[in-house]
Nanobody, 118 residues
Framework: VQLVESGGGLAQAGGSLRLSCAAS????????MGWYRQVPEKERELVAI????????VFGDSVKGRFTITRDDTENTVDLQMTNLKPEDTAMYYC????????????WGKGTQVTVSS
């Protein structure tokens, strides 16, 4: 299984970035897909999860109303659209595949860095 993130980089506060994750080697339709983030010396936190069928989404409190998550079941990709970025959104962002109800994620990507300047 491979999850490969792309789209990270540098943005200014108030700006936008779009992250994408391409999945291969897994039974795509069986998995919820999620984005998590982590900064050094802090625990990894949930950003957003989308259910296997795209119907249900869950967002971390700090990103509600600013980020959206979508999945493309023809391309096996999941995107995270980030708007109104804040410096505190600076983190390594990881794509993951797992289960929405339990929150258990079985597979992880290597991450893409997002840096937001003030």
């Amino acid at each position: 299984v491979q999850l490969v993130e792309s789209g990270g980089g540098l943005a200014q506060a108030g700006g936008s970035l779009r992250l994408s994750c391409a999945a291969s080697g897994l039974r795509w339709s069986s998995y919820a897909m999620g984005w998590y983030r982590q900064v050094p010396e802090k625990e990894r936190e949930l950003v957003a999860i989308i259910s296997w069928n795209g119907v249900n989404t869950v967002f971390g409190d700090s990103v509600k109303g600013r980020f959206t998550i979508t999945r493309d079941d023809t391309e096996n990709t999941v995107d995270l659209q980030m708007t109104n970025l804040k410096p505190e959104d600076t983190a390594m962002y990881y794509c993951a595949a797992g289960h929405l109800l339990s929150g258990a994620m079985d597979y992880w990507g290597k991450g893409t860095q997002v840096t937001v300047s003030s």
